[in-house]
């Protein structure tokens, strides 16, 4: 068993190290909740991953990588050179303005809707510039624009109109505040 500390991983992240004969080394690595991935490290230096969704789970393969394939992708998920920004002290052309992507669920009640009778921007400030369907990108899409499940819209709005966009979009949320019905 090792333990990993450092920025960003708390007091102590618990690592189970094993040694698996013939093999090489196996690892276990928490990911949140009861998810771990299991790392198996092979004398050739090729890794297997898997995950288990919990301790009882069986593991589910991921992917192999050769030895090469290892480090770079040790290189990336350390991200060393890399330093998350604290999104209230950036100072970027837009303002408050942020982007954010949304997801338009199934039962959305604007799903179906074109973007002026969906009510974006009126009710909630924001602005799509852009749907996401697919593999497809629909840059600046027109008012007639019909917003189907799955769509992703690429929104600009402060923060306030973006937590006003996500609510409008979410699964569930239409109809009247008050819960009485209208005839």
Known sequence: ???????????????????????????????????????????DGRREVYRREGPDADAEKLFDLDA?????????????????????DVDVPLGDAIMEWVEVPADSPVAGETLSDAGIRAETGATVAAVQRGAETLANPGADTVLEPGDILVAIGSRDEQKALQSLVAAGEGGSDDGSETA
Not at 13 to 34: F, L, R, S, T
Not at 74 to 86: K, M, N, R, T
């Open 1 to 43: 068993m090792g333990f990993l500390t450092g920025p960003g991983v708390g007091a102590r992240m618990v690592i189970h190290e094993v040694d698996v004969p013939g093999v090489g080394k196996q690892y276990e690595v928490p990911a949140g909740g009861e998810t771990r991935f299991v790392v198996i490290v092979h004398h």
């Open 68 to 88: 090469a394939a290892a480090r770079e992708a040790a290189s990336v998920l350390q991200a060393a050179d890399f330093q998350p920004l604290d999104l209230d």
